[in-house]
């Protein structure tokens, strides 16, 4: 390699004492190239991008690094006026290159400039000691840390609470409502859940359905999705979304009717302004269960049911024995065997108090293996766990036709 000066194709070269003869680098692209950097210039992280600005934070002028010339746009035959365009030495194809031959990553500049016009930016090499943030920390804004997350957690709380008042408000003198998961823990046991929910669920009795989904839209909500067998609409147009019920779960799925779960509620008129039912606590911890039983158990799902459970049982109204015998009479004991978590006090005390069922045991054992098999593994797995096998088929089938009426509709 010529030792008189960088070469085509070269950014910079380093005039450190540690190395004799002076000699060019290239641009340093990726990680391989840490080895071809000097001691004194890779401990101010240059190489990264950002690393002008430790250099400017230390007070270490470029002269003092032993650079050439300043940092920047490549010093190319063809940006001096006057002069000539004359094509780069191709290096040829490289590992870890591109289809133009460069590595992945080579300039963090251009991408970010085309990632501001529009264009399409190459993925970003991620840096020594970095990571990619995960789906639940992107889209979790409420758990932010520090002043700006409890503030955004704040203005989010005030969000749903508005939403629900204004949903429970357009329903009032039409028909009988009451909230479900966390919009229902807020207003009873655990203040704040509502910074930790992304919308608000309504529970209205299945005859008074219609007219409900009527005063919602007369209020200035809109229609934006309905569930598959037609058990909830989704309405948007407020700070967040509301997805009103007329039942709590799938047709045929556990026994446990509207009309009963209304008959078990209290009135309250203080909380909202405007009557509200409140469910019973033994009705919304089968109700968490159930609901958490519906999916994989994922370690989000796990928490919820468990902040669920310690909110409720922080009131001292839910009894391992009772809840047990409830759950075996509502159907749900073996999506309670799937769902409860053995290492827990509570959830161990609740397990203990079920009755005996093989079958019921070895379908909770294998639930999670259909909860990851494909797209229609989780809808068997969830039906597999109802009361009975019998009674699983019929809310299967009566699921699946419910879904092929919706789409033979969508298709008109």
């Known amino acids: 390699m010529d030792a008189g000066g960088p070469r085509r194709g070269y950014r910079w070269h380093y005039r450190s004492p540690a190395r004799r003869p002076r000699r ?14 000097p001691p004194d210039v890779a ?26 010339r300043p940092l920047g746009r490549p010093r190319h035959p063809s940006a001096i006026p006057g002069r000539a365009r004359t094509p780069r030495r191709d290096p040829g194809p490289r590992r870890g290159a591109d289809s133009s031959g460069r590595r992945a990553g080579w300039n963090v500049g251009r991408r970010r400039r085309e990632g501001r016009t529009g264009a399409a930016p190459e993925r970003r090499r991620l840096g020594r000691g970095s990571r990619r943030r995960t789906p639940r920390e992107r889209g979790g804004h409420h758990r932010r840390p520090g002043r700006h997350g409890r503030a955004v957690s704040r203005a989010h709380r005030a969000k749903v609470l508005i939403t629900l008042e204004r949903a429970v408000g357009a329903l009032d003198g039409v028909s009988p409502v009451a909230p479900l998961k966390g919009a229902l823990l807020e207003l009873t046991c ?41 058990r909830a ?17 799938k047709w045929g799925l556990f026994r446990m009717s509207t009309a009963e779960v209304f008959a078990r509620s209290r009135v309250d008129r203080e909380l ?12 919304v911890a089968t109700h968490a269960i159930g609901h958490a039983a519906g999916g994989p158990l994922d370690a989000r799902r796990r928490e919820r049911l468990r902040s669920d459970l310690a909110a409720l049982g922080s009131t001292g109204t839910l009894d391992p024995g009772h809840l047990a015998g409830l759950l ?7 999506a309670a065997r799937y769902a409860l978590d053995a290492s827990r006090e509570f959830d161990a005390r609740v397990l203990a108090a079920l009755g005996r069922d093989r079958v019921g045991r070895w379908l909770a054992a294998a639930a999670p293996v259909g909860m990851r ?16 096998l019998a009674r699983g088929v019929l809310s299967l089938g009566s699921h699946l036709i419910h879904g092929a009426r919706q789409r033979a509709g969508e298709l008109r």
């Open 233 to 249: 609409r989704t309405f948007g147009g407020h700070l967040v979304a509301v997805d009103l019920h007329r039942r709590l779960f």
């Open 272 to 283: 909202l302004g405007v009557p509200v039912h409140l469910l019973d606590p033994y009705d």
């Open 24 to 37: 060019a680098s290239r641009v340093h692209r990726g990680p391989r190239a840490l080895s071809r950097v």
């Open 43 to 68: 401990d101010l992280g240059l190489h990264r991008p950002g690393g002008l600005c430790a250099v400017a934070q230390r007070g270490v002028s470029r002269r003092g690094l032993g650079l050439a």
């Open 373 to 388: 098999a494909g797209r229609l593994g989780p809808v068997v797995a969830q039906h597999a766990l109802n009361a009975s």
């Open 190 to 230: 655990d203040p704040g859940r509502a910074a930790r929910v992304a919308d608000v669920d309504l529970l209205v009795p299945e005859g008074h359905f219609d007219a409900a989904e009527r005063a919602l839209v007369g209020r200035g909500f809109t229609r934006v999705a309905r569930d598959r067998d037609d």
């Open 328 to 334: 075996q009479a509502r159907g749900m004991g073996r």
